[in-house]
Every structure is written in C-alpha cells, then in structure tokens.
C-alpha cells in the first residue's frame, strides 16, 4: 500500500515562507507523477501544483504562478511545495497527491490515484 505523509505544514504572517515536504512509500515513486491541491473551508478542492515523474516539468495554478515551486527529490522519494510570499487566501488544508504510472500530473483529482492526509497552513494579515 503506498502511504503518503505530509508535513511542514503550520502558521506563517502574510509575506512568509514554507515549504511542505511528502514522504512516498514504496519503490515505485519514481514512476508516479505528484501533486499538491488545497482546500479551504467552505470551498472545493482545488489544484495547485504539479510535477512530472522525471521532475522536468511543473505547472501551477494562476494564484500561486511565481510564489510556489514544486520539486522532488526521487532518491528520497519525496516531493515538496516551497512556499513564498504567502497570503491569507492561501490558508488551507494542503494535499500531497500522486499519480501511479504517469509522466504527467494534471489538474484534475480523478487522475490521482493516492492522497495524503492534508497538512494545515494557516497565514495570519
């Protein structure tokens, strides 16, 4: 069963800093294409960001185009979310996803095929 597990997250002032970090079990990590979606109260969940298998290619939602990078380091079979100029609106639950045996992430949640159990990151005005 691959389990992954999601940290780094917590309470930064607008203008602030985080990076969340996801742990992937199993040998196949490599092979998965990874994600982060949020959700905030009273909303859907929404994408955020994404990165292909290889770590060659990204994509992010408009929102957050020039403050989060997404990366991976596929030796530690972890994927992470820097966050930078965080904003209130960017408070959420934050979600680590993957997708087994795709090159490519994408937007939708239907493609994922494993999630995390959401990480809180609360960014006070």
């Known amino acids: 069963q691959v389990q992954l597990v999601e940290s780094g997250g917590g309470l930064v002032q607008a203008g602030g800093s985080l990076r969340l970090s996801c742990a992937v079990s199993g040998r196949t990590y490599s092979s998965y294409a990874m994600g982060w979606f949020r959700q905030a109260p009273g909303k859907e969940r929404e994408f955020v960001a994404a990165i292909s298998a290889t770590g060659g290619s990204t994509y992010y939602t408009n929102s957050v185009k020039g403050r989060f990078t997404i990366s991976r380091e596929n030796a530690k079979n972890t994927t992470y979310l820097q966050m930078n100029s965080l904003k209130p609106e960017d408070t959420a639950v934050y979600y680590c996803?993957?997708?087994?045996?795709?090159?490519?992430?994408?937007?939708?949640?239907?493609?994922?095929?494993?999630w995390g159990q959401g990480t809180q990151v609360t960014v006070s005005s």
């Open positions: 996803v993957a997708a087994a045996f795709r090159r490519y992430g994408s937007r939708e949640e239907s493609d994922y095929d494993y």
